[in-house]
Each structure stands twice: as C-alpha cells, then as structure tokens.
T-cell receptor, first 114, second 115 residues
Framework: NAGVTQTPKFQVLKTGQSMTLQCAQDMNHEYMSWYRQDPGMGLRLIHYSVGAGITDQGEVPNGYNVSRSTTEDFPLRLLSAAPSQTSVYFC?????????????FGSGTRLTVV | GENVEQHPSTLSVQEGDSAVIKCTYSDSASNYFPWYKQELGKRPQLIIDIRSNVGEKKDQRIAVTLNKTAKHFSLHITETQPEDSAVYFCAASRAPGAGSYQLTFGKGTKLSVIP
C-alpha cells in the first residue's frame, strides 16, 4: 500500500513548455485534488475530482488541466508553463468526497519555470 | 466561499512550554476542522481533527478546541519538544450534502521550539 505517489519530485521547465505531473493512489479513494504551495500563501486548490470522469475547478485553475479516467490516477497538465507557476505541487486524496475525511498527501513536486 | 484565517504566522516557544495556534472561519456551514503538520521539505500530514458536534478533542500532547458560535478553533500543544518544530495548517470544510466540500486551508503557522 503505497498511499499517494507523485512523480516527478523535481522538474525544471522553460517558459512555454508543457508537462504532466502524475498522481496515483492505491487506497480506492473517491476524492482527489491538486494544491499548489507558495511561501506565505498556504495551500491553494487548483482542481479536484469526486470520482472517475468528474472534475471541477478550485481556487486557482488557470493554466492547468486535469482528467480522471480511473479511480487511481489524477494527472495535472501545465499547458504552457509560466514563471508564475513555479511552486510546490501536492496531490491529495480522501476516502469519500464531502464526508469530513482527512486528506492523504503525496510527497510533492517542486517545479521551477525559467 | 470559505475563508480561513490563521494566527500567528510564526511562533517561537521554549522547549516544555505550550503553544497555541488559532483559526477563524467564515462559512457557518463548515463542520469539519482538521489540522496538518508539515516538516521542512515534507508533505503535510493530518495530526488531529474535530467535527462540529464535539467541542474538544485530545490526543496525547495535542488538543483541538472548537467554538462554533464564534467560528473559531484552536490547536494546543503542551510540553513542546524540538520535533514539534514545523509548519501547522488549519483547514475547514462543509458537512456532506451541504454544497462545496473541499478543504480550505489557513496560510500556516511556523512553530519553532527552542531547546
């Protein structure tokens, strides 16, 4: 039982490049989400999913796309990277959507856009 | 939407003293309040949570209190140890079926325990 697995751990992109951050969980969690963490800003929600085939926007969705084709996987796509997307990205999952279960976080991806 | 304010942003205490971190929330429909601890370079980890039908919950040296009328909740750490040094986040979410159910996080408190 690996929990929530994120890859890669570190990534450097040039402005305008695209990439996909991977997130997978093996706990049969219904709810999955992506947060970005910036100094002094806490954790801000980018996108979330309450089940396979269902996604929705969070607080800061611009520049990011998501899809949820399986229960296990929830990739985050950066369409055209910008320096403002330099951040640490965390994927988090929860057993049930909206029933007050705590989140399990992945280990994070540190992204630098130059 | 929900807004969670967390204070203080930094806190230094002597080893063995107590630490208190306070959060206020805006959405009266919120009823789940977890606390996360994030050590340097690590992922946030759930340390304790409380639901609105409970006023206080304890787990060894940590406790959380909730005042729904005032819309604030607090984390209390007693007999602090150097390994308690970390960033602590509070969060809030609504009850099931009450619409939006994402967790909204505070901006975090950096706790330093001085040996």
């Amino acid at each position: 039982n690996a929990g929530v697995t994120q890859t890669p751990k570190f990534q450097v992109l040039k402005t305008g490049q695209s990439m996909t951050l991977q997130c997978a969980q093996d706990m049969n969690h219904e709810y999955m989400s992506w947060y970005r963490q910036d100094p002094g800003m806490g954790l801000r929600l980018i996108h979330y999913s309450v089940g396979a085939g269902i996604t929705d926007q969070g607080e800061v969705p611009n520049g990011y796309n998501v899809s949820r084709s399986t229960t296990e996987d929830f990739p985050l796509r950066l369409l055209s990277a910008a320096p403002s997307q330099t951040s640490v990205y965390f994927c988090a999952s929860s057993l049930k959507a909206g029933e007050g279960y705590g989140y399990t976080f992945g280990s994070g991806t540190r992204l630098t856009v130059v | 939407g929900e807004n969670v304010e967390q204070h203080p942003s930094t806190l230094s205490v002597q080893e063995g003293d107590s630490a208190v971190i306070k959060c206020t929330y805006s959405d009266s429909a919120s009823n789940y309040f977890p606390w996360y601890k994030q050590e340097l370079g690590k992922r946030p980890q759930l340390i304790i949570d409380i639901r609105s039908n409970v006023g206080e919950k304890k787990d060894q040296r940590i406790a959380v209190t909730l005042n729904k009328t005032a819309k604030h909740f607090s984390l209390h750490i007693t007999e602090t140890q150097p390994e308690d040094s970390a960033v602590y986040f509070c969060a809030a979410s609504r009850a099931p079926g009450a619409g939006s159910y994402q967790l909204t996080f505070g901006k975090g408190t950096k706790l330093s325990v001085i040996p």
